[in-house]
């Protein structure tokens, strides 16, 4: 029997095939939006569109490898995949019930453009025991959950809600994006598909757009049949890029995990914080849950200041190392705040009342010395 290679090595090899001699040690980049085939043949044909060049089947099968799942597929952003994955496993006249806690973009497309297909959506508190089930219809086909979530990074427990969705017959789908295949893996969990925008830690430089779905043959070859008519292609030397930042995933992600612990402990020690929001720390609500089921804590942060609006654009103002930018996952630190980006759409009361009053500030923690970091916050609080 084949021993079964570690996660890291998966990461940078994918099932490692015999190499012939004098070849490239970096897959080519195919830059080509199709390929010759056979006069005669009726076999599919390569086309770009179709998500089937070599550098777009390399990458699928790395994720597939790195996620436990049978097949996987790359299409042009994460919330390409976020519809097309929907699309496969609902039909008009169903009711998708999704968590409340999802990306604002997501949100979206549920609330204003699935009804115009038939599909009916609603949404619930998913941190609430039994709500899952109070919210079924009859015409319940699918759930879609996001974790951890966005900015709280909330950790949800996803096997009692995979346990519903097996005794109803539901399809369970998970946008794992903060997680990363290395920290949390949701098919080991009872998940059917698993969703990632590639643009954050898989790629994991901030310089391509992409999505992912990974998941059973069945489920990647609807959702493949729907790329084909949709057209939510991934460029090739964007799939190219992508190869290239997955084989420093685990690196990244896990030095990512010690950076933000870092960071996140020594925040926990300042005054002007009135709370930080991180599941590695003992205060976080979900820090058993999360102790108990992820394999790293991850890179994500919030960090709520006393001093509200003004003190957070003071410190924003400070920081000389963290790049006041939206999106996540990349080498760089980031930083946003939620009252006016994600969470622009709610009155500052309702923010309050979700847990994300003004002065909040979510940080992507980027690949720099976390001893750099704290100082730069340190210098940025002194200044408040
Ligand atoms: C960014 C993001 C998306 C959307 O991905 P794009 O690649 O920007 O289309 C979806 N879900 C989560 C959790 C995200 O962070």
Known sequence: MKRRLGFSTRAVHGDPE???????????????????????????????????????????????????AEAALFVGSGMGAIAL?????????????????????????????????????????????????????????????ETPTNPLLRVLDLEPIATLCKTEGLALLVDATFATPLNYRPLEHGADVVIHSATKYLNGHSDVLAGAVAGSESVIE?????????????????????????????????????????????????SQFATVHYPGLPSHADHDVAKRILNGFGGMLGVELKGGARAAERFLRA????AHAPSL?????????????????????????????????????????????????????AQL
């Open 18 to 68: 015999g190499r012939p001699d004098w070849a490239p040690v970096v897959a080519p980049l195919y830059q080509s939006a199709t390929f010759t085939n056979p006069i005669g043949s009726a076999q599919e044909v390569i086309y770009a569109r179709y998500g089937n060049n070599p550098n777009h089947v390399a990458i699928a099968k790395r994720l597939a490898l790195l996620e436990g």
């Open 329 to 381: 996952g990349g080498v760089e630190t980031l930083v946003s705040e939620p009252r006016l980006t994600s969470h622009a759409m709610l009155t500052p009361d309702a923010r309050a009342r979700a847990g994300i009053p003004d002065g909040f500030l979510r940080f992507s923690i980027g690949l720099e010395d976390s001893d750099d970091i704290i100082a730069d916050f340190a210098q940025a609080l």
């Open 85 to 145: 994955s929907h699309l496969a496993v609902l039909r008009p006249g169903d009711h998708l019930l999704s968590s409340e806690w999802i990306y604002g973009g997501v949100y979206r497309l549920f609330a204003q453009e699935f009804g115009r297909f038939g599909i009916e959506v609603s949404f619930v508190n998913p941190l609430e025991p039994r709500t899952w089930k109070r919210g079924l219809k009859k015409n319940t086909r699918a759930i879609f959950v």
């Open 319 to 322: 920081l000389t190392i963290a």
């Open 222 to 270: 609807e959702v493949r049949k729907l790329l084909h008519v949709w057209g939510q292609a991934l460029d090739p030397m964007a799939a190219w890029l992508i190869d290239r930042g997955m084989k420093t995933l685990a690196v990244r992600v896990a030095r990512q995990n010690e950076t933000a612990l870092a960071v996140a402990e020594w925040c926990a020690k300042q």
